[in-house]
C-alpha cells in the first residue's frame, strides 16, 4: 500500500501568500517583457489598474479568475498542479556532470555552492552560485533546452529573490550542455537571448576561470565527456 505524509494545516496559509507573490513577480515581468503599462494590461483584461497593481504587488485577494485573465492579456497561461514536496536534485537529473565541469574550470577565488535557497521559506534553490569579492553570479543548469523562454523566465525569477536575499548584485549565467540540439533550440530565440544574456559563453568562461566579474547577464555552453555534441 502506498503511504503519503500529510504536511501540518497551517503549511497551506504561508504556500498561498507565497505563490501570490511569486505570481506577482512573473506577471509583472510578463507585462514588462510584452511592453505593456498596468492599465493597458488591465484593459485587455477587463479588470482595473489597480487590480493589476495589487495582482503584481502579491496580493492573495486577487481572484482565480482575474489572475487567469491578467495571464492570457499578457500571453501566458496560468496552470495549477500538485507535485510531491521533496525537491529534484541535481544529481538526481544528470545536471551534476555540468556543474561539476563548471566548478573544475573555476578560479580558486570564487566560494561555490550548490543548490542554494534563493531566500528563507522559499523551495526554490539557484543550482550553482559562485561568489568572491567581484560579485555574484547564479548558474542555472540545463541540460537540455526545452522551451528556452520559460527556463529563462524561471531563472530570472530566481535570481531577483536571491539578489533581494543577499543585497548584492547577482548576474545570471544559463549554462546548457553544449550540444548542436542546444545551439539549434536558440536559433529562434536568438535575439530574445542577445538582449537578456548579452555575455557569450567564451567571455563568460572567461570570468569563471579567472575569478574576474562576469559584467552581465550571460549564457555557457558546458562540454561534458559523454555527452554527444549530436545530442
Same mark, same amino acid.
Given at each position: 500500500?502506498?503511504?503519503?505524509? !500529510?504536511?501540518?494545516?497551517? +503549511?497551506?496559509?504561508?504556500?498561498? #501568500?507565497?505563490?501570490?507573490?511569486?505570481?506577482? @513577480?512573473? &506577471?509583472?515581468? +510578463?507585462? *514588462?517583457?510584452?511592453? &505593456?503599462? @498596468? #492599465?493597458?494590461?488591465? +484593459? &485587455?483584461?477587463? *479588470?482595473?489598474?489597480?487590480?493589476? !497593481?495589487?495582482?503584481?504587488?502579491?496580493?492573495?485577494? *486577487? !481572484?482565480?479568475?482575474?489572475?487567469? #485573465?491578467?495571464?492570457?492579456?499578457?500571453?501566458?497561461?496560468?496552470?495549477? #498542479?500538485?507535485?510531491?514536496?521533496? !525537491?529534484?536534485?541535481?544529481?538526481?537529473?544528470? @545536471?551534476?556532470?555540468?556543474a561539476q565541469a563548471i566548478v573544475a574550470s573555476a578560479h580558486p577565488g570564487w566560494t561555490v555552492q550548490l543548490e542554494v535557497p534563493v531566500a528563507h521559506g522559499d523551495p526554490r534553490a539557484a543550482d550553482l552560485v559562485l561568489s568572491g569579492p567581484n560579485g555574484v553570479v547564479h548558474i542555472e543548469i540545463e541540460r537540455i533546452l526545452v522551451d528556452v523562454q520559460a527556463q529563462l523566465r524561471s531563472g530570472q525569477l530566481k535570481r531577483q529573490v536571491l539578489a533581494e536575499r543577499l543585497q548584492r548584485t547577482v548576474h545570471f549565467v544559463l549554462a546548457v550542455a553544449d550540444t548542436r540540439a542546444n545551439h539549434a533550440r536558440t536559433g529562434p530565440v536568438i535575439d530574445l537571448l542577445a538582449r537578456a544574456l548579452p555575455v557569450a559563453s567564451r567571455d563568460a568562461w572567461a570570468a569563471i576561470r579567472t575569478g574576474m566579474s562576469l559584467g552581465g547577464d550571460g549564457i555557457l555552453f558546458v562540454r561534458v565527456r559523454g555527452v554527444s555534441r549530436g545530442g
Open positions: 500500500m502506498t503511504t503519503f505524509r !500529510s504536511r501540518r494545516r497551517d +503549511a497551506g496559509g504561508p504556500r498561498a #501568500r507565497w505563490l501570490a507573490v511569486r505570481f506577482g @513577480q512573473e &506577471l509583472r515581468l +510578463a507585462r *514588462v517583457t510584452a511592453g &505593456l503599462t @498596468q #492599465r493597458q494590461l488591465g +484593459a &485587455l483584461a477587463g *479588470v482595473t489598474q489597480q487590480r493589476v !497593481s495589487r495582482a503584481e504587488r502579491g496580493s492573495s485577494a *486577487v !481572484s482565480l479568475d482575474a489572475r487567469c #485573465r491578467l495571464a492570457a492579456a499578457s500571453g501566458h497561461e496560468l496552470g495549477w #498542479r500538485l507535485y510531491p514536496v521533496a !525537491s529534484i536534485r541535481l544529481r538526481d537529473t544528470g @545536471q551534476l556532470a555540468l
